[in-house]
């Protein structure tokens, strides 16, 4: 790494958001799959089923989110920047 350069400060934001979206989606599909293992058998209750609509709608705009993180940081022109020398 040349100390010279540092990551765009933007670039890094969008990043870090990026890393947290991931993050609470997998939590999602953790929750959503002991969820979903309920269906079906003596635990089926509305109330699991309120929480597995709930946790599909927020995952689906979650990924929604991250793809078009993903596509910024994809199409990002320079992702370094030249420090100033003091």
Same mark, same amino acid.
């Given at each position: 790494?040349?100390p =010279? ?5 933007? &670039? =890094?934001?969008? /990043? =870090?958001?990026?890393?947290? #979206?991931? &993050?609470t989606?997998? !939590?999602?599909i953790?929750?959503? /799959?002991n @969820?979903?293992a #309920?269906l !079906?058998?003596?635990g ?5 089923? @309120? ?7 927020? /995952?689906?705009?979650? &990924?929604?989110?991250? !793809? @078009? !993180?993903? #596509?910024?940081? =994809?199409?990002? @022109?320079?992702?370094s920047?030249?420090?100033?020398q003091?």
């Open positions: 790494d040349d =010279q350069y540092s990551d765009d400060p933007e &670039f =890094q934001r969008l /990043s =870090q958001q990026l890393m947290t #979206k991931l &993050f989606l997998t !939590g999602n953790s929750r959503l /799959s @969820e979903i #309920k !079906g058998t003596k089926d209750t509305e109330r699991v089923r @309120e929480r597995v609509h709930d946790l599909l709608e927020e /995952s689906k705009d979650a &990924f929604k989110d991250v !793809g @078009e !993180g993903v #596509k910024k940081i =994809q199409s990002w @022109e320079d992702v920047v030249r420090l100033r003091c």
